[in-house]
């Protein structure tokens, strides 16, 4: 039946003109191909955001280089960072939502189509518009120029006297866009969530990828919204005389710092939980074992989305605030490690007593779960505020939180991708360049991330463009920027076998790894209309018990 | 064969990031062990702590890093043995594993462990926060303001009466008779930071805010640290020098700092240079007409090693350039290319070197 | 290679799940609160620090008829929505053609009182701390307002043709959990900003 499927789709769109292609793609409603618009238009953004970081490093790889000026480095840092978070993790992560969660709760498509390609369109202006800054940043009077405040646009180096042009207003409108974007699309998970699960499907029947991204979501409706506000506060001080940071007539440099800590620490969190999801989605898979303790991976999330909203200040700890402050912000910023640590165990549990198949998504996942255990060890460090004192500001915050989202939001991302291409696409990835791509990777991520430690302690601030010689940090910046290139081409790899497996790649079928969730039940690539029939369920893993029903889930939920 | 891949990838695994662990502790450990063992040029470790708040820093730490390396050791190598233990072999495919829900009690064992760990955390965090920032200040204390500038320091010794640019001089402190010196911090711009980590962790320097921090150093030297929070193109360049001194030492320097400029009367067509051009919007030298508040104070310029806030060292070529092509040494730093002829360049250049 | 596409088990009895428009529009609701919120929190702490200007107890007067004005349409517009579902079109148009007429009234009564503060007192927002939050917080409610009666225009246009029978009502009632959400905002922003804050 699903060759038929897509036998017929095959023969329609041989001989149709591109432009009608494209024009379809343009104006889709459908939740798969608006992810995968989503998760493409990440993937230009990874390597132009990677792009951006291996330039920083050839500058920083020796003491007083001269490969770019200042203006140019921290033009560079500014849009890596704003890139990356903005325009890389929000999407692709949004991406993978927007096709699973329909398929995995039995939907047809999500609540709201039209909604979910305006928010996509919204994101994708917003991407294009911090990119014109190159060309358009300084209006008429100069050649170009990007935004240079660092991505949290700190005030008042915003003000209208430190920054003058137009520099900072790319930052500021096309964040505030793609964030009513993100907006958006969390309003249409949820409703998709409530309203649309397939009969049987109870919320605590849900796959953990649609649980954490219910959480995300709910998240983002209250995490972004202030970063927003604080935008478009910026942009009353900029264009309207407004004086909201505005330290010449009383304002506060610090409440900016609040507002965007506000958004920034949920953000992280907002960024990381839908990689939990993969995490808790394909390790069961290929450890051949139910997830360990469904209700408390539930119940964990649900308490890390809660307390990380109390934590923000952690990244604060240096601006003079009460030791009471400090105290209250270091206490919360170690019991958000709790959950989270709950969740390492629970995947180690999963794991323990398993048949382990280390296919390329599962070396992913051990990768991350190696690495996000060092980098929220690391975190817990930076929680102690005095340790923070020293540390904060320094290249050890930037090896912390690098090591988080590459060491683990990438990698998970790599499993996911792994694991649904063949469900997006109807081929296989390739498994030798996937095996090269991961130990490629895990070898430049590894020389690069551990070593940024060390100029951390040994006393380098970050977003410098350049730095004293014989301070001990020579060898070691030497070290981080040729494990860039390791990364580089590891990359390479990666976007080599995306393109060579989509046209050549072996057909998939169905359900190639032999897994448990509504997906696989559809064809590979899922029509339209994702199942002839709406399904019923009756346990957690409804594949589960159609291919063991002498042993259904449900008898043991 | 292909069951077999699998087996030694999993084993792989494990190793590879093993042996890797052990290579960035080592190289962690060489670093620390080589910080420090340069006089000339000293590297700012945190874990080389001359005074009396980056010690009570390096004790904490300490504490938190053996805690997190332990955790760090049971759940990675419970993770390394199921990684290898659990691994499907050849022969596999047809059973699958017992399958496990979860279990409350060990739910609950790793939530209550967890929490412990982090009671005693947050106990040892929160008496090292109230020691340091609600240290009492003794009435021996030295009190200097601290004013951040893009992209320099500014500092007055308020009860000493004198104003200085970008090199610190503090008294050292001996422990019985404690002589800290307390700083407040001020902004006249955009956010910076204060930070020399052998003597504390960093302070911000916030316009409209007042923070203070304070140092007690143990031993006289040279510290060196720099701006820790961006502000701007030249962030980079706004470097630390913090000198500490003997008190006689300290003595002779605020004697020196208090006096105006020496008046040297073979340098007046320098001087007329300095006072005609617009030097003196920016810039101030005690006992002339020049009271510019917004560049540094250059009364006593030569007593310093370095200018441009550590950019470049006190030379003659290089205060010639500064004032010619500030762009060449600090690119977009706020001093502006004088426009000076050669002359008068040659002129303003030496009247500078006398403001000793 | 697995060909079974449809998963069947047994039936529930009953399987009903919320709207997805009320679930979509209280996320809305939620998302716009916390924008709210910052602005509140911005307002209150600069209550009292600027440094020149007209302070709020010198300019500020209280707009209670205005506020009667607002806080009365959310009645009409709930029982707008209840004489819909049962069907009955007049009224539902009638009230919802006040509904509007009050909101309007009370965009009129900000407008007035606007310009009263900027040419009699010279209050911009420019022109201290409270100018900015002031504007911003009271123009940032008076903007959701505006949005709020442009959609009900859109729904009164439709009524008037005819088009708006007990089968909107659903969405009609979605809309009508927006105007209370502005009117909530309202009195919090009242409270904030001509009670606390004076």
């Keep these: 039946m699903s060759s038929d499927a897509m036998a017929i789709q095959a023969a329609e769109s041989a001989g149709r003109p591109w432009v009608e292609t494209l024009h379809e793609w343009i104006t889709t409603v459908d939740h798969k191909r608006l992810g995968i618009l989503y998760i493409v238009f990440a993937l230009v953004f990874l390597v132009i955001g990677g792009v951006e970081a291996t330039l920083m490093r050839i500058q920083l790889m020796r003491p007083h280089n001269d490969f770019v000026s200042p203006q140019v480095f921290n033009r560079l840092f500014t849009m890596h960072g704003t890139t990356m978070i903005f325009f890389v993790a929000m999407p692709v992560l949004f991406g993978f939502a927007n096709y699973l969660v329909p398929l995995m709760i039995g939907a047809r498509d999500m609540a709201f189509p039209r909604l979910n390609a305006f928010s996509f369109w919204l994101t994708a202006f917003g991407g294009i518009l911090l990119y014109f800054s190159f060309v358009g940043g300084s209006g008429l009077y100069g050649a170009g120029n990007a935004p240079d405040v660092g991505w949290w646009a700190y005030a008042p180096l915003t003000a209208r006297a430190f920054s003058p042009g137009n520099s900072s207003d790319y930052w500021t409108i096309a964040v505030l866009v793609s964030g009513f974007g993100s907006i958006g699309t969390s309003i249409n998970i949820i409703a998709t969530i409530f309203s649309m699960r397939c009969p049987g499907m109870k919320l605590s029947r849900m796959p953990l990828l649609a649980w954490l991204n219910l959480v995300m979501s709910g998240m983002v409706l209250i995490a972004i919204t202030p970063l927003s506000a604080a935008q478009i506060m910026l942009l009353v001080d900029r264009y309207l005389g407004g004086h909201f940071f505005d330290t010449q007539a009383g304002g506060s440099a610090a409440i900016w710092m609040h507002f965007f800590w506000i958004f920034g620490h949920p953000e992280v969190y907002v960024l990381i939980i839908p990689c939990f999801a993969f995490m808790s989605e394909i390790i069961p898979v290929f450890s051949r074992k139910p997830i360990f303790g469904y209700p408390v991976m539930v119940g964990a999330t649900v308490c890390i989305g809660f307390v990380s909203m109390s934590v923000w200040a952690h990244h604060m700890f240096s601006i003079g605030m009460s030791s009471y402050s400090n105290a209250f912000f270091t206490l919360t910023s170690m019991v958000v490690g709790v959950p989270t640590g709950i969740k390492i165990f629970n995947w180690l549990g999963t794991m323990w007593g398993g048949k382990l198949i280390f296919k390329t998504p599962m070396l992913f996942c051990i990768g991350f779960l190696f690495q996000f255990l060092i980098a929220g060890l690391t975190g817990i460090m930076l929680a102690v505020s005095p340790f923070d004192w020293q540390l904060s500001g320094s290249y050890f915050v930037v090896a912390h939180f690098h090591y988080v989202i590459v060491g683990g939001i990438l990698f998970a991302l790599f499993a996911a991708f792994y694991y649904w291409f063949p469900k997006m696409t109807g081929r296989m990835l390739n498994e030798s360049l996937g095996k090269l791509h991961f130990w490629l990777f895990l070898i430049g991520f590894h020389m690069t991330f551990d070593v940024m430690h060390i100029p951390g302690i040994l006393g380098m601030p970050r977003r410098i463009y350049t730095y004293e010689p014989g301070r001990g940090w020579d060898t070691m910046n030497l070290i981080v920027t040729i494990g860039t290139f390791i990364q580089g081409i590891a990359i390479l790899v990666f976007v080599a076998n995306l393109i060579y497996s989509f046209f050549k790649g072996p057909k998939a079928g169905n359900d190639p790894w032999d897994a448990w969730t509504l997906e696989w039940s559809a064809s590979s690539p899922p029509p339209e209309y994702n199942f002839p029939a709406i399904p019923t369920v009756a346990s957690r893993r409804p594949l589960w018990d159609l291919k063991h029903p002498e042993d259904p889930d449900g008898r043991y939920e | ?356 | 290679m697995s060909t079974i596409t449809t998963p069947i088990a047994q039936a529930p009895e009953a399987w009903s799940l919320p709207y997805r428009g009320k679930v979509a529009m209280a996320c809305l609701i939620i998302a716009e609160s916390a924008i709210f919120t910052i602005f509140v929190v911005a307002y209150l702490f600069y209550v009292g620090k600027s440094l020149t200007g007209p302070t709020p107890r010198e300019v500020l007067e209280t707009p209670i008829f205005y506020t009667i004005c607002l806080l009365s349409s959310s009645f009409t517009i709930h029982f707008a929505s209840r004489f819909l579902e049962r069907g009955n079109r007049a009224v539902f148009l009638g009230l919802w053609l006040l509904t509007i007429v009050l909101g309007g009234l009370f965009l009129f009564g900000t407008g007035q009182e606007w310009h009263r503060l900027i040419y009699e007192h010279g209050l911009t927002i420019s022109t201290n701390l409270f100018g900015t939050t002031y504007y911003s917080l009271v123009g940032l409610h008076a903007t959701h307002v505006t949005v709020g009666l442009l959609m009900l225009g859109i729904v009164l246009l439709f009524g008037l043709a005819g088009r708006v029978g007990p089968e909107q009502s659903a969405r009609v009632e979605v809309l009508s959990m927006y105007w209370h959400f502005v009117d909530a905002v309202w009195v919090v922003v009242f409270t904030v900003v001509y009670v606390v804050g004076r």
């Design chain 2, 1 to 356: 064969m292909a069951k077999k891949l699998a087996v030694e990838w999993g084993a792989c695994i494990g190793r590879v990031t093993g042996v890797l662990v052990i290579v960035a502790g080592i190289l962690l450990a060489a670093a620390l062990c080589t910080a420090g063992q340069q006089p000339a040029n000293p590297v700012p470790s945190i874990f080389e702590p001359h005074s009396t708040p980056a010690d009570s820093i390096l004790r904490l730490s300490n504490f938190v890093l053996t805690i997190t390396v332990l955790i760090f050791g049971v759940v990675a190598t419970l993770l390394s043995y199921a990684t290898v233990k659990f691994r499907s072999k050849a022969g596999d495919a047809q059973h699958e594993p017992a399958q496990v829900y979860g279990s409350t009690q060990i739910e609950l064992a790793w939530t209550v462990i967890p929490i412990l760990i982090v009671v005693v955390l947050f106990l040892a965090t929160a008496r090292v926060i109230h020691a340091i920032q609600d240290a009492p200040k003794p009435v021996a204390a030295v009190e200097v303001t601290a004013i951040g500038h893009q992209f320099w320091w500014e500092y007055r010794y308020p009860a000493l009466g004198i104003v200085t640019a970008n090199e610190l001089h503090i008294p050292v402190s001996d422990p019985n008779h404690p002589t800290p010196t307390f700083l407040k911090l001020l902004s006249a711009d955009t956010d910076h930071s204060f930070w020399v980590p052998q003597l504390a962790g960093k302070t911000d320097l916030i316009p409209n805010r007042i923070n203070e921090t304070w140092v007690d150093p143990h031993r006289t030297g040279l510290f060196l640290g720099q701006c820790a929070q961006y502000c701007g193109t030249q962030h980079a360049k706004m470097l630390l020098r913090v000198s500490v001194e003997t008190p006689e030492a300290f003595q002779v320097w605020v004697n020196a700092q208090k006096q105006p400029a020496i008046q040297d009367e073979k340098e007046a067509a320098g001087k007329r240079v300095f006072e005609t051009t617009a030097c003196v919007n920016c810039h101030a030298v005690g006992g002339t007409n020049a009271t510019g508040r917004f560049g540094p104070d250059l009364t006593h310029l030569m007593s310093r090693s370095t200018i441009a806030a550590g950019a470049a060292e006190n030379t003659k070529e290089n205060l010639r350039l500064w004032i010619q092509n500030p762009d060449a040494i600090k690119p977009g730093s706020l001093m502006p290319a004088m426009q000076l002829t050669d002359a008068d360049l040659d002129a303003l250049v030496r009247y500078l070197e006398t403001l000793k």
